[in-house]
C-alpha cells in the first residue's frame, strides 16, 4: 500500500470509521462529509488515480461499485438513490492519491458536476 492517509488507515495507523472491509477493499466515513451519508470505498492495492487503473484490475474495480451498491441496499436507501464519484488529478479536484469511490447519499443531492 502506497504512503497515502488512506494507507494509513488501512493499515490502523490513523483512526477512522470503517463501515465495511473484506481481502480486496475498505470503506470509511469521508472525514468531511459533503451529505449526511459519505463514505470512501478503497481498493487496497496501491492505485494512485483511475489513470492508473489497469485492465487486469477491472474485477477489483467492479467490486469497489458492487460494494458500494451492497452498502447501499442493506443500510435502505437504494431505492431512494444516491451517488458514486470517482475524482481524477487536479481538474477532478483529487486530493489523495489511492483510487477511491465516493459514496453520497441519505438526501436529495443538488443536480450538477461542477
Ligand atoms: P478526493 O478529493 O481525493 O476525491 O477525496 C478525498 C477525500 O478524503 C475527501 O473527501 C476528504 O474529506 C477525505 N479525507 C481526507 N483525509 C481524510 C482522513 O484522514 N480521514 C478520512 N476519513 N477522510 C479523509
Known amino acids: 500500500m ?3 492517509i488512506f494507507g494509513k488507515i488501512i493499515r490502523r495507523e490513523i483512526p477512522a470509521d ?15 462529509p459533503q451529505a449526511p451519508v459519505h463514505l470512501l470505498f478503497v481498493p487496497k492495492t496501491p492505485i494512485a488515480t483511475l489513470n492508473d487503473l489497469q485492465p487486469g484490475q477491472a474485477e477489483l474495480a467492479g467490486k469497489l461499485f458492487l460494494a458500494a451498491a451492497a452498502y447501499a441496499k442493506r443500510q435502505g436507501f437504494a431505492e431512494d438513490g444516491y451517488r458514486c464519484v470517482v475524482n481524477c488529478n487536479g481538474h477532478g479536484c483529487q486530493t489523495v ?8 447519499a441519505g438526501a436529495p443531492l443538488r443536480g450538477g458536476f461542477a
Open 18 to 32: 470503517i463501515v465495511y472491509e473484506d481481502d480486496d477493499l475498505i470503506a470509511f466515513k469521508d472525514i468531511n
Open 97 to 104: 492519491f489511492q483510487l477511491h469511490l465516493h459514496l453520497l
Open 2 to 4: 502506497s504512503d497515502t
